[in-house]
């Protein structure tokens, strides 16, 4: 299902549509993305590949967060919404997205997030558990 600005949702968070991406989202998502997918404020830095006080600057001021940070964003809303729909729950998104992965080579599927091969290999694991019904 689509919103009004064309992120795809069917989770409690939205997948931002490609302009939204390319302009820089509003830091205003990163509670509220922070919450739902149980993250802390360093998991999010990771993901993001910022530091702890461009964070909090972006938020103080309200400054949009880079396309490439927008864009590393949009990947954990991409992979969060699948895993959402394909475990069947929050709940079990949450887990499964902190648990080290041998397939991974003992990192977490959020860990992979940084970078778009490691993007391939989280899609790659949820399509496989999609076929097969094994988390």
Known sequence: MADQTGAQ??????????DRVRSGLSPGVLSDIKE?????????????G???????RRRE???????????RLWRL??????????LGSESAARKWLAA?????????PLERLDTEPGLREVEDMLTVI???GAA
């Open 36 to 48: 739902v997918v149980g993250l802390s404020w360093e998991d999010l830095e990771g993901v993001l």
């Open 50 to 56: 910022v530091s702890a006080r461009t964070l909090q």
């Open 130 to 132: 999609d076929e097969t």
């Open 77 to 86: 809303l991409h992979v969060w919404d699948r895993a959402t729909e394909i």
């Open 100 to 108: 080290p992965h041998d397939l991974l080579g003992g990192d977490s």
């Open 61 to 71: 001021r309200s400054e949009n967060l880079t396309p490439a940070e927008s864009d």
């Open 9 to 18: 949702k069917s989770s409690g968070l939205a997948v931002p549509a490609a």
